[in-house]
């Protein structure tokens, strides 16, 4: 049996349970096949891939809090640290009922990968919890986050682990949370990122996950001779990177016609109003149903069906497993010709294969949706050096890392014999600069 395959099975040995973290690793490692082929002796030896897929450190707490009825309620907080070679835990902290630690490991094997993309010096982690922010008012997130960051503090810091915002975390949960750290460390420091810009957060940095997804997408259709301006593009979702991935689509010349949430989806053929989706879920919090209100001609669908629109282009931008097998097999053949995950891994292997099978171009979400994290750690660069940079700077430097690892993921996959398997690239360039640090740091 060979190596890939040894680990394979010992991981599902001992993480059963847990179904997406399985999925994960199955995925990254059969990719890496051809490169732990080249080095099986040194990397079985140093049991590199063994140290791979089992995380640095579990943090699993209780996370008490009372609601507005005077009632306890208790959540479970997690925090996954998962591979530090390369510099501090950097990750995000989902808030969602789903969350779960199978999850968290998934989310975290993950960032090893994609942080290492973005050829900035950090780790990979991740954390958050099943509580539910929806319906909940200002004052019982503030009781949950700061319970939640009583006990988060005693393990991150500025240079150890510094975790941002991701599903049901943004900018008022970042806030509770900062604050309480600051009150029981004593210290202001880049401890978070994706922070209010009056306490050290980073311009662009909410615009960056679904900014840095178009601009790598674009790069990826310019290699392959084609060109964004003029495609229909289908987006799922409608948070925080769906609303800016559909911007960016149109300020360079595409027309998105799709975005979904939970209950169901809008199509709108003439082109998403994005300022009207903003007042929707950014100031209302409400449900897509409303679209209709400011869009007469758009239709709204109950349940799934984002996918079946005839598109050029698709970007999952929801939750992990949204686009199934059924759903490649309809964008090809309504002709979609590349799908770039803005989500943490939408895509369920089988449509994966299918697509590529299909010679749709896609690139993976540790590539594509990067451009979170990379601009937060350019807002841990910021804070660290008591700067604050302009949202052009911010915005270039996006850019250029976005356009590197589209580059990077290319020539990766052709130095292997796989060109075109930009799957295959993503996670081999990304290993690799993992793997020769975890071998010049010695067993660890």
């Not at 394979?8 to 997406?20: D, H, M, Q």
């Not at 732990?36 to 640095?56: F, G, K, Q, S, T």
């Not at 915002?165 to 210290?187: C, F, N, P, S, W």
């Not at 007042?279 to 897509?288: F, G, M, P, T």
């Amino acid at each position: 049996m060979s190596y890939v395959d040894e680990v394979i099975e010992l991981v599902e040995k001992k993480n059963a349970s847990e179904p997406e973290f399985l999925q994960a690793v199955k995925e990254v490692l059969e990719s890496l096949r051809v490169v732990v082929e080249a080095n099986e002796d040194l990397y079985r030896r140093e049991a590199l891939l063994e140290r791979l897929v089992e995380p640095e450190r579990q943090l699993k707490f209780r996370v008490p809090w009372v609601d507005d009825k005077g009632q306890v309620q208790v959540n479970t907080g997690y925090r996954v640290q998962f591979n530090s070679a390369i510099g501090p835990y950097k990750g995000g902290l989902r808030l969602h009922p789903s969350v779960n630690i199978g999850i968290i490991k998934f989310l975290g094997f993950e960032q090893i990968f994609k942080n290492s993309l973005t050829s900035l010096p950090i780790g990979g982690g991740k954390g958050g919890s099943d509580f539910d922010p929806k319906g909940k008012s200002d004052r019982e997130v503030m009781a949950f986050c700061q319970s939640f960051m009583t006990e988060l503090c005693k393990y991150i810091g500025a240079d150890t682990d510094v975790p941002a915002g991701d599903i049901g975390t943004g900018a008022r949960e970042i806030g509770y949370m900062y604050g309480q750290y600051k009150r029981i460390r004593g210290l202001s420091e880049g401890v978070l990122t994706g922070k209010g810009l009056s306490y050290g957060g980073s311009l662009a940095r909410t615009e960056a996950t679904g900014y840095g997804l178009l601009y790598l997408t674009k790069e990826m259709l310019k290699l392959n001779g084609q060109d964004i301006a003029g495609k229909t593009v289908a987006v799922s979702g409608s948070g925080n990177v769906a609303i800016y991935a559909t911007q960016k689509a149109q300020q360079l010349g595409a027309k998105v016609v799709t975005l979904s949430d939970s209950t169901g989806w809008v199509y709108d053929p003439d082109g998403i109003d994005v300022a009207a989706v903003k007042e929707i879920k950014e100031v209302k919090r409400a449900r897509l149903t409303e679209y209709k209100n400011y869009r007469p001609n758009a239709e709204y669908h109950e349940g799934r069906g984002v996918w079946s629109v005839k598109v050029d282009i698709a970007l999952p931008c929801a939750t992990q497993n949204e686009l199934l097998l059924e759903d490649a097999k309809l964008l090809v053949a309504n002709g979609v010709t590349a799908v770039a995950e803005g989500a943490n891994m939408p895509t369920t292997l089988e449509a994966t294969k299918y697509l590529q099978d299909n010679g749709v171009l896609f690139a993976p979400g540790k590539a594509a949706n990067a451009g979170g994290v990379a601009t937060s750690a350019l807002e841990m660069s910021q804070n660290s050096e008591r700067l604050s940079w302009t949202f052009e700077e911010v915005d270039t430097k996006l850019q250029t890392i976005m356009v590197n690892i589209c580059h990077n993921m290319s020539d990766a996959a052709e130095k292997y014999g796989m060109k075109g398997n930009y799957v295959a690239g993503a996670n081999i360039a990304g290993f690799e600069k993992v793997a020769n640090a975890m071998l010049a740091q010695g067993v660890c």
